[in-house]
């Protein structure tokens, strides 16, 4: 029953995000994805360890509706 299955979620407080992972380039720093990607550190540090960035090191950068 396709009903049931929606209404167990009318609920729940869960929330969905998407997220766009990222490579970083040369001469990118932490507040420079910050301000292209309109997050904040803390959310980043969420998904992420930025103590150690290098050239080529993978993020994830959750989608906001700002974008």
């Not at 490579?23 to 904040?40: A, C, D, F, N, W």
Request: cysteine-free.
């Amino acid at each position: 029953n396709v009903g049931s299955l929606f209404s167990s979620l009318n609920n729940s407080e869960e929330t969905f995000a998407t997220y766009s992972i990222y490579i970083l380039r040369q001469e990118e720093t932490v507040q420079s994805l910050i301000e292209k990607y309109h997050v904040t550190k803390e959310e980043l540090e969420n998904y992420n360890d930025l103590t150690n960035l290098t050239i080529g090191t993978k993020i994830i950068v959750p989608n906001t509706n700002n974008e």
